[in-house]
């Protein structure tokens, strides 16, 4: 059983910046692929990131590539999302959830998400 809890989120003007972390509980974490998502009212949860167990590794959707970075610390059992030049399309309560399927762009191929965390943009 892993549990994980996001923070960070909050409320910041178009053009911002956010750094989001996912806390994940247990001895095991450093072997798994990690995943954000993001779910707006009213629409799917949609993949955003996602960085496999070393941190070598990163894949993005298309909407945030070049804005948004993944990353790891082991360590410290847990797992980043920076996000720079926010938009207010951006608003939405991100998710982190481990990648334990072979897609790793759909929800069903993650477990164990975490509650999530609100982040808002202002136009």
């Known amino acids: 059983q892993v549990q994980l809890v996001e923070s960070g989120g909050g409320l910041v003007h178009a053009g911002g910046s956010l750094k989001l972390s996912c806390a994940a509980s247990?001895?095991?974490?450093?072997?798994?692929?990690m995943g954000w998502f993001r779910q707006a009212p009213g629409k799917e949860r949609d993949f955003v990131a996602r960085?496999?167990?070393?941190?070598?590794?990163?894949y993005y959707a298309y909407s945030v590539k070049g804005r948004f970075t993944i990353s790891r610390d082991n360590a410290k059992n847990t797992v980043y999302l920076q996000m720079n030049s926010l938009e207010p399309e951006d608003t939405a309560v991100y998710y982190c959830?481990?990648?334990?399927?072979?897609?790793?762009?759909?929800?069903?191929?993650?477990?164990?998400w975490g509650q999530g965390t609100q982040v808002t943009v202002s136009s």
């Open positions: 959830a481990v990648h334990k399927g072979f897609d790793y762009t759909v929800v069903a191929d993650y477990d164990y």
């Open positions: 247990g001895r095991t974490f450093s072997s798994y692929n």
């Open positions: 960085i496999n167990w070393s941190g070598g590794s990163t």
